[in-house]
């Protein structure tokens, strides 16, 4: 599966399902990605993947058929730039608090005239056929996090940044910060509220729009809401509550 | 948990629980580490992990509640001596085919006047309280696979190797090498003949036992026939499962 | 030992040993743990862990009995997020020039209300019995390094950044930035003054206080003063000092 | 490219290219699996690619277009079958001496019946489509190295070795146990007469053929002779003779 | 080679040649700096080396002939320490827009008092001769790249800043940032215009001057306009080129 | 310092002094080897170093000024062969039990006509000037380890082995294996007896001699006696004893 199969399916209104890869390993990125999985986010903030594995880890992707998505550590320029350079097909950035985060996202992204980054993809190159640096620009999405107060105050003029590609909610983070009792409760009327501000925001700025779940029943109710990209927790969580269930069921 | 701990739950009549790691990553190590599991088997022989790994496994798993044990890759004397240096409390060593094939593994295991393990634990007496040299034959422990024909042949005299320790099946390159049909099918008499015949001489010869399996119902099966040490598949398979049916649940 | 043993330590006037880890293993972390240090200092700064290498030496230290602190490479709100998620106890930040840059850090290693720091606590919480959000504010510990000449100028502001948890004279950096002949020299009146100032400072606003030195008798002689965290030195120096006695030994 | 369109490709009598990695990256395999290359061997006799890095390298491959062959450090049965667990797809085993080492090769490359290897294909499992235990013995190709005095007169009986998929010539290794002047001279008569008896013993017993060689014209030379892998040098070969040719072209 | 021998070089009007390491190996780097390159630059901006491969990169080149050059990610302060400290004998900074960003990397890379840079040369002292605090700021050189249309307009102000010890021409990006059609084209009249002011900028104020280029050609024809310090590509270029060429050998 | 330089040395008489590296730290194999010994031995058989590890750690020597020779972990022609084109010096081989031991060591490190090496330096040639396959046998050391009671039996016939270089006595084992009731203690008679008929052996044979010690006072009687290579301990040990010195001074 490469990024235009998944842009495909979402011109066919098909949402797409996303792991967040938190631990750090090539061989269970690989395995993930001979697992039926759409597309994986390695998740280079909460997650234990740095720079150093991400070549690994992005090449045990490549081997299967999962298109590879990097959740950023922060909203810095040579991260981004570095991301990219290593093939990274969308970045989902974290802490964007304000229409200038946003614009500071993007213009790392993006090549110029659109913006400011710079040329030298080593790996992404390779991946690609044809004339990298003319497309770049349309084959690798950003993906602003809306998950603090401040974000969801500016989130008008962060929909409106030109070249962004996508918004992202973080339902964890935006419930901590908006002194939410229960953490990403899809129940709570705040959260929805958001929720739904945003995909209308995404709508009217033909903007893609992701979340993270933990709960599949959570993750089909989003799909049908109208996201698109929708994550549903973390590889270290599915190896966790099978581990449990199992030590369960030999000791019941 | 201790090594101790272990044999002291034994001398009660309690199984011990035990995961095959076969990914590699000192990661998944800790974790596992921490969830509840009595003891860990680090897989050289199927598994990634090889000795650059074992350090970090090791420590990862020390940093937790889980007593590590490894499978080795071969009946090989330096690396069933480098295992022990490293920190493993019990070695599982696979393609034990005859008294000869068990003898040498336990050689290599022990030190003198024993068997003619070379002295240097430089991990191992990290850990140790006292005199490492004097107890280290008591405190590491030697289980012996019986995984092919040949080796059942063989029962009566590998049981009765001095010095070893325990006897674990392999049930899956058993049934390969006996030409069963199915692999691993608890519900085959050649296969439970030969179960019995393992605890009836294992207790003949003070021996431990242990078993892999995968189905949390033969594991509690194997359990309740006398079994000690009781594995219940990889961590892979837990993750593998886990996906599969998270997958199942979002598109159904 | 936890950092609770540590702050228990601290409130019976005990003061408490550290030592640097500049060198990069997973090994010399674990053996040292298991030497007798209460406390062992991971330096980002100077010293050659990285994140890459964060994990394996947190895992070689939590297999032993010290207690994890980390000096940043810098007061970046990404590195300080992302140490704590790995689980250092506490962090010792360099270059605090100001009020403002100890409450961004401050910021950037509180959860809110306190601060800004991102939940996704991956290792952090796996070592935490119990309810890490709410009580990780309390239980990582955030100290200043007062190791310039402008943060002596502003020092009495830098101490009382609420949230802050101690102030850490670096006398190294605090000797060159003050442009005094000799790095460290704890007979040199100017820096005496800062350290009694930093431990009047820290008396009025309730904060920890540490201190580098490389002499054991310069350590004896701020345990006396009052210095609660006392680092002397790094394992290279142990190793570099122990490796000229031992050729002078043989070559006499 | 599979190992099947390369059988497929000797079916229809065409040559296929190979290039020796000798150096260790994860990155130079990706890089060269997307240059053109049929098949690749990673050396891991005289090569720096140990088992630890095997993983990753063959990932590297693995998201290009390559075949990925190996090279083993040695006759070795654990090193036998943890390479085709880890998915190699042919091995080229160095310093075949005689038809029982020949032999032993074999037994611990194939499964029951035919030989003795233990069942766990951890990553090869993953690439295959369908049951790998069926299928493996045919998917995966065993290749005996003629490189020494020894072997060439033993020649006929390494030929007739049941199972063995065929014969690799190692002219340097050869000409030096030979003891002949000149190493891998393609011109001398007593090295092509050996050359001329391998193909006519592969053709006799329907193995293949494969030859190293260093020099394009050499490697022409050898697939007009009808081998059917052409190895032409290594990677480290290509490097140094640019890095001397551009140096050379800047200084003149 | 040292730094010294480089600038003794320079003195006599001898330009320097020198390979941009972009892949990630440690042996690429050793054989590399025993193939007869005056200098190599780690290319941690669009190479795959981050700060965990650096030092056994940097070992690799202090086990053979060459001096260690690093083309840093970002004029971050952190990375211009870290990168000193593990070594580099000069430092090529990218994206130096203005006279401000070329004060704080200058900044950041000396000692006080002339910069800020903390002290801590960990293994930089340890391959230094005598005082390294007094001797560094002479013996670790600053590069400034000019690669974006701002630098340009800020060109004066950038090549007066005190403390910097030279201006390094990045043509590829300056293209971009120019919108020029071709990229590095050094008959291009704009780029052959900025050259020049750059070579006259540096002759008035005493700094040293490189250029990255591909071309052996561009490479002579640069170092007659007076360039120093010539790079002519990266060891993935080299590598990349003469597979093709084998290639086109064999199948001509 | 090169191994002409350390035969140059004993030529003359004078005694050459050796540190094991039993850690795994390329970093401190480079800290050491500007640390002031003649040679650095990296223990491959009770240390942590794997052949991963052995590339970084002999180039961290390369760096700085001791010869690197390595501690086999077995008498196994891979790792001998191995060994030596990772560009090791001089090889010590444990558990020579009698000439046959010897004789198959002493194979596998020697090209032919002497040995059975195979051809492949890839990393010893690099620091070679000159031809290395006419130079290998005699710039590359075999030291055979004599450590157990079998050893001293066969010891006549050991020494008198076609193309050995050296014998080196393993105090440890050898008191272990000898059933002596303290461990290395260099007055017991036995050890004596065994020491002196070592070193007229060797002088008989023309053979270089080593000695493992821990204490200075022994390695001084030992150089005395004419032992010319004297090993005194690790850099574990050093450490380890250095910081239990520090905790000493500190709480005193």
């Given at each position: 599966?490469?990024?235009e199969?998944i ?7 098909v ?9 750090r390993s ?12 759409d ?43 570095k ?8 970045l ?16 790392a ?14 790996r992404?190159a ?36 030109p ?19 229960k953490k ?24 893609y ?15 049908l ?21 199992w ?6």
């Open positions: 599966m490469t990024i199969t842009k495909s399916l979402w011109r066919k209104g949402p797409v399902n996303n792991l967040f890869i938190t631990g090539n061989w269970s990125a690989e395995l993930l990605s001979h697992s039926g999985f597309t994986l986010t390695i998740d280079m903030q909460h997650g234990l993947t740095e720079f150093s594995q991400l070549l690994s880890t992005l090449q045990g992707i490549s081997s299967g058929d999962s298109v590879p998505f990097v959740r950023l550590n922060w909203n810095d320029p040579q991260e981004i730039m991301a990219l350079d290593y093939g990274a097909q969308a989902i950035c974290p802490m964007i608090e304000n229409a200038s985060d946003a614009a500071a996202f993007v213009s992204a993006k090549y110029p005239p659109l913006g400011k980054r710079s040329f030298g993809p080593i992404a390779l991946k690609h056929q044809g004339n990298y640096f003319s497309d770049a620009n349309k084959e690798t999405l950003t993906f602003a996090m809306i998950e603090t107060a401040s974000a969801v105050e500016d989130l008008d003029a962060i929909a409106a940044t070249g962004l590609d996508g918004l992202y909610i973080g339902p964890f983070d935006l419930s901590v910060s908006l002194g939410l009792v990403a409760d899809f129940s709570d009327a705040n959260l929805l509220a958001i929720i739904d501000r945003v995909l209308a925001l995404a709508k009217q700025h033909q903007l729009t992701g979340i993270f779940t933990v709960d599949p029943l959570d993750a089909k109710a989003m799909a809401k109208g996201f698109q990209l929708i994550s549903c927790g973390t590889e270290i969580q599915l190896l966790q509550n099978a581990a449990k269930k030590l369960d069921q030999i000791t019941s």
